[in-house]
């Protein structure tokens, strides 16, 4: 089984800022890979899958990048309604099913 | 507008069962694999299990195998989820999602809470 392992746990930031969250796997996960927003009490949000293509309607500001065991979700200037957590997330063929990391919050400083 | 829209969560107790139903619309519902993700109360996301689209591949976490099905009615536009034997650890929000080519989740419904509770 493949486990995605998330960093940092939580990071702490100003609007305006860049943000780098990262995203590890045991082993390599090809560019299967996606990053969700979630803020409270909502349902996750699709950023960007296949490790660096935005989802509709997503902001420039988001962007993905990476492949095989190491990915990397930046926002490249904070807004105030960016502050969530943030979920990576692969699929596997064998055995068959998804897996996400155990999430960034991104809170502000 | 794709919406997915989940019911059937409650208060169970241990060993008792639950069915919960998604409601799709907006999209050609028999076109897609979909998915059960679950959050537990302050934990992160897992998936649960995933239906093809005409039902013949059905796949699970291995946490639920044995005890959860998936299904799904192609003609009500509806997913389903039969959770059997509950546990307190199976306490969550269950989302329903659509997952298309590619290995993600590109809509969610709001999710709906089960608590198993004596």
């Known amino acids: 089984e493949i486990v995605l392992t998330q960093s940092p746990a939580t990071l702490s930031l100003s609007p305006g800022e860049r943000a780098t969250l990262s995203c590890r796997a045991s082993q390599s996960v090809s560019s299967y890979l996606a990053w969700y927003q979630q803020k409270p009490g909502q349902a996750p949000r699709l950023l960007i899958y296949d490790a660096s293509n935005r989802a509709t309607g997503i902001p420039a500001r988001f962007s993905g990048s990476g492949s095989g065991t190491d990915f990397t979700l930046t926002i490249s200037s904070l807004e105030p309604e960016d502050f969530a957590v943030y979920y990576c997330?692969?699929?596997?063929?064998?055995?068959?099913?998804?897996?996400f990391g155990q999430g960034t919050k991104l809170e502000i400083k | 507008e794709v919406q997915l829209v989940e019911s059937g969560g409650g208060l169970v107790q241990p060993g008792g069962s639950l069915r919960l139903s998604c409601a799709a619309s907006g999209f050609t519902f028999s076109s897609y694999w979909m998915s059960w993700v679950r959050q537990a109360p302050g934990k992160g996301l897992e998936w649960v299990a995933n239906i093809k689209q005409d039902g013949s591949e059905k796949y699970y976490v291995d946490s639920v195998k044995g005890r959860f099905t998936i299904s799904r009615d192609n003609a009500k536009n509806s997913l389903y989820l039969q959770m059997n034997s509950l546990r307190a650890e199976d306490t969550a929000v269950y989302y329903c999602?659509?997952?298309?080519?590619?290995?993600?989740?590109?809509?969610w419904g709001q999710g709906t809470l089960v608590t198993v509770s004596s």
């Open positions: 997330q692969q699929r596997s063929n064998w055995p068959p099913g998804y897996t």
């Open positions: 999602a659509r997952a298309p080519p590619g290995g993600y989740f590109d809509y």
